[in-house]
Structures are given as structure tokens and as C-alpha cells.
């Protein structure tokens, strides 16, 4: 296990992986002040750890508490990405960034207020019959990267509008099609409007408070989930045990939640797997032609900040159960932090069977239930929510599942048309672009060591022959990721195919290298092509998978910095170095892909989509390393024959049934 180093200042023992605290987030915009950072008119868009040397982590050694910094200067439209030292009081580093801009700040809030005094934009409202714009609601999209002469020297956001009648209202239900305003957030200023042309504003309110929708259903008892003796987890700052899994847990203002150091104790001592696992970038493309709708590509990491968009989650409605909350810091504009009251959430979920067989000779059944524990945030980004749901099981496997939730991106439609080549109907005059989303998943892993390898592991059948008589056959193929260039994949699920990372100098009892296996969840890559922007600005979305060579500089697919970004940054750079991966600290990404082609059920709010993927372990253990999970309290679940309970109709079906169709051992398995 990680050993809790001492800050080089010796004031406080603080693990070097520990988010910043607020007084730190203070003393950093302190000192870039008193550093001279601060004059002009800057905007700090964040202030995270600057996370230290992974070496001196693993081996405990001191290091420096440090703060990564971004930041633009709106007079000069400059941007800055510095670290400072929280130690010695100093900046350590000032460079200034040449392309992209930092993530949208809270001066996006100020785009709201030009645009409505400007008067060609409330024109071509009244064009519409909107005069009254005062609950008129403002988006801000970041406006991507398409060559216009627009985008050059400003820090740009595309607004656009939704008629409401009262703050509260769904304002997705009636979107002002075909207008744009063009605000410069450094200037200050409304730059252009665009009207391609009025289509009536759709009339039909779409809330779904209770006072909308009339009565909920009455038929539902309460479910209540008690834990009488507390939760089995014990948390120490950010640490977190819970029985033999150990990690820590973070909000990073771009990347959201953040695990670390996740280990599992085996033997009697803690084995590294991930040394850091977080989305590394996400986009949203849409596939719509219209110039309301096709530069819509959302990069919600990079460009919005996920942690800065975290939800405050309320217990009993976001989590069920005995929950521990963790808090997040953020900053504002000028530095000053500010905390967000239960950012993650932690509990332990009951998950059905964690294994079972039932000897028919004997009637004993041995059947253990699975807990889990879940570690999750909630992000809201405009219309959508996103949530990012660790699952820790007790046989070793990791689960991370995106839930996608919230309100459908929509255009307003004239009225009577039906059938759209790239949008469906979802309401009367509304309807939802194709998109899609497409998360990056940098995982770090350390199997039981740095030094790993990977694989591609498919199954395939053999050809007819000499090696396969009986045309049945089909056989594993391992084939080594051996260099960046070569390990750039796509899932294959004509193949079974998925990844293992392996710590070849370990293994198990069999002689087997110990490992992992990544299991792709349902999954498409990007459908834009290739030579498109957003494919260039977010070409991580083409593969399902890539793998680097560690890089603590590397951490996100699409560039640290990719609004308003031309493209070719993150993976695309990292690769060209085409380093080799055999037995090296080795970092996978992992593009999971939803392609949404919306329902009218998905409107006005949509029923949660699933995306994600699995991380089992392959050969890391020797056994099942659940057979020690003790049977449930109840007197019902601990072992026994199924003999006492006298076979009375009640626990019929307590075996696999056999019993009734009088063919036990029939040899069907
Ligand atoms: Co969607």
C-alpha cells in the first residue's frame, strides 16, 4: 500500500494524491497574484493537483504539493497553462498556450445578457413573434473548429435560444430554430447573429413537474435499504477500503471523477491493477446537415469541464442506501474556491448471485450474494446529464457504467412534417438529430507492477481439416499490442474480442502471467469521417481502443486544451512517437460509443441509457477469490441441505429443477 508521504513543508501530512483542499486553491490564486499573473483581465478556468511523479507515489517519497493552473487573459486573448508551488510560494511555470482555448468559465453566463440587449438578435426573435425575451432561455455552445475567419483571435460561443414562459420551464419543448448569436466572452461582445430562415416556434409545453404531468401513479410501497451495523467501507480523507478492494477517489474539474492506487488485497497483501483510471475526453457529434445543428460537437471534458459541472446529490433521491458523501472544491473565475456539498457518492449495493451450484446427490446448495460498491457522480452539461458509476465486485471485477439521462437536443420542425433524413420526430414539431456520444476512458494499469504488456485476444472458429474433424473447433488467438502504431483497435464482436493486460514477470500458480481483461461493452465508433472536423478534433473517437506508452504529460485523447481546437492533439500526437509497449508502463484508452437515434419515449425527459465496460481479472487470481465471502445472515441462506426444508413446494425450484423432470445427471449439460 502507498505510504502517506509528508509535504516537503512539513506542515501538514497530506497524501500527495489528495485533491486540493480550499484554503490551496486560495493560496494559489494568491501567489499567482503576488507572481503578477494575475494583472490584465484574467479568468482562471481551473486550479487542480498538479499530480506528482507516479514513482515517487508507489515508493512514498516526499514530493511537491503543486497546483496545475489554466487560465486566459480576456485583453490580450491569451491563454495560460502554469504550476505553482504551494511549498515554496512561487509559479514555477507560465507557458502560454498557442492553440485551443481553456474550458468555458463562469463568464459564459455573461453571453446570456449580451445577447438579449443586442438588437439583431432580438429582431430576428420578433421575426418569430418573441418580443418578450426576458425568459427567454440562453445555451452556450462551444463552437468548434471549421476554419471560419469568426472563430480566429476570440474566445467564441455560439448562443442559442428557447422560448419559455417562466424560469422552470422545459425550454427543449420550444427551441428558436435557425438563429446563432456569435458572443467573443473576451471582448464581450455579440460579433454576429445568423438567421437561416424562420420556422414557427413549436406550442407545446413539455415539463414534467408534478403539476405538468397530473397524478403519479399510487400502487408503489416503499423500499427501504437498511444497513442496521453501518456500511463495510472505511474512509480516510480520500482513501477508501472496502473489504479487500483499497483506492482513492477525486473530482478533477475537466476529467470528473478519478480513481487511484486501486489495489486488491490478496494473500495478505494489497496488488496494484489501475494506478489511475478517469474519462479522458468525451464528444457529442451530431449528424444533422442543417447550419443550426451540424457543427454541434460537444467535447464536455475538455471543453465544459465535468467536475465543474458535478451535481450536489441529495440523499434518497440520487443515492438509496447508507451513503458517504464526498465533497468537491472548485474554483471560480478570480481563483476563489468554492464547495460543492455531496459530489460523490458511495454505497454498498446488494447484486443478486454472486455464485451458486446445487449438488442434486446431496440437495446442498451453496449460494453466496453479491455486494458491490458503487462510487459515482452526476454531471449535468446543458441538457443532458451524465452519470459515471464505478462498480467494485468481490471476485476482482470492475465495472465503470455511464448512465445518460436528462433532455434531448432538439430543432423545431414546420408543422406536418414527419420524416427527417437525419432527426426523429419526438413530439409534434420537434425533433432530435442523430448523434452520438463517445466517451474516452484513460486507464492506467499497474498489474502487480508497472512493467505490462497487452493483448488482443479473439476467438475464432478453425477451419474444417485435419486439426478440426468435426468442423466444432474454435481456438483463442492472443496477438501483442508490441508498438503504439500497431494498437490502435476496434472492437470486434464477430470475434469475442477483448484486451488483456498482463504483468509478464508475474504469475499465477498455473505459470500463467497474472492479468486483466478490458471487455468492450455494446459499442460503435465514431460515423463522422475522417477527413470532418470533428473526426480531426476528436480522432480518439475512431477506435475503440489505444494504448500508450505512460506519459504523466498524456492524460486527456483530445489535448489538454481542444476548444476551438484545429485537431490532431491527444492521442493522434502521442502515437507518432510510436513507442514500443511490451513489458512497459503501459496506459490504455478506451473509446465507448452510444449512438443515439432518438424515440418519442425519450421525450421530454429520457429514461437512463447504459454504456461501459468491464475489467475482469484473467488470471490474476489462482481461484474464484470470492470463495470466501461468508453466506447471508439469513437462517434461509446458510448452507444447507435443501433436504431440510422437506421438499414441500416451497423451495421446489431452490436447485436447478432437475427434481421435476426426473432426469437428474441426464447429461445435457
Ligand atoms: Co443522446
Known amino acids: 500500500m502507498v505510504n502517506v508521504a509528508e509535504s516537503s513543508s512539513g506542515a501538514a501530512t497530506v497524501h500527495p494524491l489528495e485533491p486540493l483542499s480550499e484554503a490551496e486553491i486560495s493560496r494559489t490564486a494568491e501567489i499567482l497574484g503576488s507572481g503578477g499573473r494575475l494583472e490584465g483581465d484574467v479568468a482562471i ?30 485583453l490580450t486573448a491569451t491563454t495560460y497553462r502554469g504550476v505553482v508551488s504551494l511549498d515554496e510560494g512561487n509559479v514555477q511555470s507560465w507557458e502560454v498556450i498557442t492553440e485551443g482555448q481553456v474550458p468555458v468559465t463562469a463568464d459564459a453566463m455573461r453571453a446570456e445578457k449580451l445577447v438579449k440587449a443586442h438588437q439583431g438578435w432580438r429582431d430576428a426573435l420578433a421575426k418569430r413573434g418573441v418580443t418578450d425575451v426576458e425568459n427567454v432561455q440562453i445555451d452556450t455552445w462551444m463552437p468548434g473548429h471549421f476554419g471560419l475567419d469568426i472563430e480566429e483571435g476570440n474566445r467564441l460561443v455560439r448562443c442559442l435560444a428557447y422560448v419559455r414562459d417562466q424560469v422552470g420551464d422545459n425550454g ?64 480516510d480523507g ?78 434518497g433521491c440520487d443515492c438509496l442506501g447508507t451513503i458517504h458523501y464526498f465533497d468537491a472544491v472548485m474554483n471560480g473565475p478570480n481563483g476563489q474556491p468554492h464547495r460543492i456539498k455531496n459530489a460523490i457518492c458511495m454505497h454498498e449495493e446488494d447484486y443478486g448471485i454472486l455464485w451458486k451450484h446445487y449438488d442434486s446427490d446431496s440437495q446442498q446448495a451453496h449460494v453466496r450474494r453479491s455486494r458491490r460498491l458503487v462510487v459515482s457522480s452526476i454531471h449535468t452539461i446543458g441538457n443532458y446529464e451524465y ?113 488483456k493486460v498482463v504483468n509478464p514477470s508475474v504469475t499465477n500458480r498455473l505459470g500463467q502471467p497474472v492479468g486483466y481483461r478490458l471487455v468492450p461493452g455494446a459499442n ?80 421530454p425527459v429520457m429514461p437512463v441509457e447504459y454504456a461501459g465496460f468491464t475489467l475482469k481479472p484473467a488470471g490474476f487470481f489462482d481461484r474464484n477469490p470470492a470463495l470466501d465471502v461468508p453466506p447471508s445472515h439469513s437462517d434461509h441462506c446458510v448452507d444447507h441441505s435443501a433436504g431440510d426444508h422437506g421438499h414441500d413446494g416451497h423451495h421446489g425450484h431452490h436447485g436447478n429443477g432437475h427434481e421435476h423432470d426426473g432426469h437428474e445427471h441426464d447429461g445435457q449439460h
Open 45 to 74: 478556468a481551473y486550479i487542480t493537483l498538479h499530480e506528482p511523479d507516479k514513482d515517487a507515489v508507489l515508493e512514498g517519497r516526499p514530493v511537491p504539493r503543486e497546483a496545475l493552473v489554466a487560465a486566459v487573459d480576456r
Open 172 to 235: 427543449y419543448a420550444r427551441p428558436v430554430e435557425n438563429v446563432i448569436a456569435f458572443v467573443d466572452l473576451n471582448r464581450g461582445e455579440v460579433v454576429d447573429v445568423h438567421d437561416y430562415g424562420v420556422v414557427p416556434i413549436p406550442s407545446e409545453k413539455a415539463n414534467f413537474d408534478e403539476a405538468s404531468i397530473g397524478e403519479h401513479r399510487t400502487d408503489l410501497k416503499p423500499l427501504d435499504i437498511v444497513q442496521h451495523e453501518g456500511p463495510s467501507f472505511e474512509v
Open 238 to 315: 480520500h482513501f477508501v477500503k472496502w473489504q479487500k478492494w483499497s483506492f482513492r477517489l477525486s473530482m478533477h474539474p475537466i476529467e470528473g471523477l478519478v480513481i487511484h492506487t486501486v489495489g486488491y488485497e490478496d494473500q495478505g497483501r494489497v496488488r496494484p491493477i489501475l494506478y489511475r483510471a478517469a474519462v479522458s475526453e468525451m464528444v457529442v457529434p451530431y449528424g444533422d446537415t442543417s447550419p443550426m445543428h451540424s457543427w454541434k460537437n460537444a467535447f464536455d471534458a475538455g471543453e465544459a469541464g465535468l467536475g465543474r459541472l458535478v451535481n450536489s446529490l441529495e440523499l
Open 387 to 499: 452519470g459515471f458509476f464505478w462498480y467494485f465486485y468481490q471476485d476482482g471485477t470492475l465495472q465503470m457504467e455511464v448512465k445518460l439521462t436528462g433532455v434531448l437536443q432538439v430543432q423545431a420542425t414546420h408543422p406536418g412534417e414527419t420524416e427527417f433524413d437525419h432527426s426523429v420526430l419526438v413530439a409534434p414539431q420537434l425533433a432530435a438529430p442523430h448523434h452520438q456520444h463517445l466517451f474516452n476512458f484513460r486507464l492506467d494499469f499497474d498489474i502487480d507492477g508497472t512493467a505490462n504488456s497487452v493483448y488482443e485476444v479473439d476467438v475464432e472458429p478453425l477451419p474444417p481439416g485435419d486439426k478440426n474433424p468435426l468442423g466444432n473447433a474454435f481456438v483463442q488467438q492472443e496477438t501483442l499490442l508490441d508498438r503504439e502504431s500497431d494498437a490502435a483497435r476496434l472492437h470486434d464482436q464477430t470475434r469475442n474480442r477483448t484486451w
Open 524 to 603: 460503435q465508433v465514431m460515423l463522422a469521417h475522417s477527413e470532418s472536423a470533428v473526426a480531426k478534433r476528436a480522432t480518439f473517437g475512431t477506435r475503440n481502443l489505444w494504448v500508450t506508452h505512460y506519459d504523466p504529460a498524456e492524460l486527456h485523447a483530445a489535448g489538454d486544451f481542444p476548444n476551438q481546437h484545429p485537431g490532431g492533439d491527444g492521442l493522434p500526437r502521442y502515437i507518432q512517437q510510436d513507442r514500443p509497449l511490451e513489458n512497459q508502463d503501459v496506459v490504455l484508452w478506451h473509446t465507448v460509443g452510444v449512438t443515439h437515434i432518438a424515440r418519442p419515449e425519450d421525450w
